[in-house]
Every structure is written in C-alpha cells, then in structure tokens.
C-alpha cells in the first residue's frame, strides 16, 4: 500500500448543504470554488450571475437548477404562493404599542400553514423551537465578529428565558 499525504486523507468537505436537498449530489466545495471564481470576476455575487453562468451545461451549478420550463413554472408558482402567506400581517397593539404580525405561519406537521389564531400546543412548541434554533445560530455567527459581546449577552438571556 502506497502512502498518503495529509490532503488526501481528508475525506470531508469543509463545506456542507444546509439544506441537503436542494444539493443533488454536488459537492459543496465544488460549487463554493465556482462560486468564490464568479465574485472575484463580477466584485459580487447575484442570482442573475448565478442563473447565467448555471445556463451552461458544463457548468458545476447546471445540475442544481431546473430547466425544464413547465416543472421550473409550477416550483416558481409555489415559491409565490409561500411568500404570499409569509407576507401577511395584522397590526396588533398591545400595552399601548403597534405592533406587526405574521397572520399564518408553518405548523408542526410542516404539511402546511395556519392562521396563528389556530395553533394548539404542539404548533406552539414548533414555533417555540424554532426560536431557539434561530437564536442559537444568530449568537455563534455574532461570535465570529468583533464588538457583538453585549448583543450576545442579550441574546443569551432571550434564549435562557424560552427554555
């Protein structure tokens, strides 16, 4: 058996989906390296660039795109009709103050919305954990950063008072 170097022996990525789905089979660093090329030629990313770029068939970003028109119409539809209800609010005051809501939002079952008037417990809980999760990442992401220790602190104490 031959040797390997360090570099080989990762098997790894450094990089992940976070949404695995959407990777179909492609390797993340891949299309980070692609994606790293088109802002070091454009100064900045966009969708169009992406999109353009995608269009080629020999493209590493070609395969996470769909191209059939008929089925890309259809998901694009869907896609309008998701921010519809997540573009809903009801002004509420409350103490003496406006505030805005979203009128629906996803249930625990993720089969689908509810009006946030509707939701039992468990939907509740799902909202609840969401929260967390949310919090939990926005205060590691502020780690990475300089000058964030007191919105940490906040956001600590928020997430110690939903547990």
Same mark, same amino acid.
Request: aromatic content about 10%; hydrophobic content about 35%; glycine content about 4%.
């Given at each position: 058996?031959?040797?390997?170097?360090?570099?080989?022996?990762? &098997?790894?990525?450094?990089?992940?989906?976070?949404?695995? =789905? @959407?990777?179909? =089979?492609?390797?993340?660093?891949? &299309?980070?390296?692609?994606?790293?090329?088109?802002?070091?030629? +454009?100064?900045?990313?966009? !969708?169009?660039?992406?999109?353009?770029? #995608? /269009?080629?068939?020999?493209?590493?970003? +070609?395969?996470?795109?769909?191209?059939?028109?008929? /089925?890309?119409?259809?998901?694009?539809?869907? +896609?309008? #009709?998701?921010?519809?209800?997540?573009?809903?609010?009801?002004? &509420?005051?409350?103490?003496?103050? !406006?505030?805005?809501?979203? &009128?629906?939002?996803?249930?625990?079952?993720?089969?689908?919305?509810?009006?946030?008037?509707?939701?039992?417990?468990?939907?509740?809980?799902?909202?609840?954990?969401?929260?967390?999760?949310? @919090?939990?990442?926005?205060?590691?992401?502020?780690?990475?950063?300089?000058?964030?220790?007191? !919105?940490?602190? +906040?956001?600590?104490? #928020?997430?110690? #008072?939903?547990?």
């Amino acid at each position: 058996m031959g040797s390997c170097s360090k570099d080989e022996l990762m &098997v790894e990525s450094l990089y992940k989906w976070q949404m695995k =789905g @959407l990777a179909k =089979g492609t390797d993340p660093s891949i &299309v980070y390296e692609e994606l790293e090329r088109l802002q070091d030629i +454009h100064g900045t990313l966009s !969708a169009g660039i992406i999109v353009s770029t #995608a /269009k080629n068939k020999n493209s590493v970003l +070609h395969q996470l795109f769909e191209w059939d028109d008929t /089925k890309a119409a259809e998901k694009y539809r869907l +896609h309008q #009709a998701r921010i519809l209800l997540n573009n809903i609010k009801i002004n &509420v005051v409350s103490d003496g103050e !406006a505030r805005e809501y979203s &009128v629906f939002e996803i249930t625990c079952n993720k089969d689908g919305y509810k009006r946030i008037q509707s939701f039992d417990t468990d939907d509740v809980e799902y909202i609840k954990t969401g929260v967390l999760k949310s @919090l939990t990442y926005w205060k590691e992401k502020l780690k990475l950063y300089k000058n964030f220790d007191e !919105a940490i602190k +906040h956001i600590t104490n #928020a997430i110690e #008072a939903l547990i």
